[in-house]
């Protein structure tokens, strides 16, 4: 059984930094497509970044309102995804969520086939 577990959210100031985790359990965590997608109250649920690893090349997506801010990462051997957020801004408040797809065609719509419960980023200015 897939399980996502999110920790790492947090309180921070505008221009601090935190670091998010996502523990994967109960498939081959190397061949599947993994990333992050965030919801603020009110808005529709966004996709913040993921990543594919295929033939020992990395694929990385970032949305563009945290390009160059944000580095998802993956630890294979700890089975673990990581999302680096510097240089936060007051919209980057939000739920962030974890997700995995064998495929990465999902995370394109929205629609990855697993979740992790959420871990809550808050940002004041």
């Known amino acids: 059984q897939v399980q996502l577990v999110d920790s790492g959210g947090g309180s921070v100031q505008a221009g601090g930094s935190l670091r998010l985790s996502c523990a994967a359990s109960?498939?081959?965590?190397?061949?599947?497509?993994m990333g992050w997608f965030r919801q603020a109250p009110g808005k529709e649920r966004e996709k913040v970044a993921h990543?594919?690893?295929?033939?020992?090349?990395?694929?990385?997506y970032y949305s563009d309102s945290v390009r160059g801010r944000f580095t998802i990462s993956q630890d294979n051997a700890a089975n673990t995804l990581y999302l680096q957020m510097n240089s936060l801004k007051p919209e980057d408040t939000a739920m962030y969520y974890c997700?995995?797809?064998?495929?990465?065609?999902?995370?394109?719509?929205?629609?990855?086939?697993?979740w992790g419960q959420g871990t809550q980023v808050t940002v004041s200015s």
């Open positions: 997700a995995a797809d064998p495929q990465c065609g999902p995370f394109v719509r929205g629609t990855p086939s697993y």
């Open positions: 109960g498939y081959t965590y190397s061949r599947y497509c």
């Open positions: 990543v594919y690893i295929d033939g020992g090349r990395t694929f990385q």
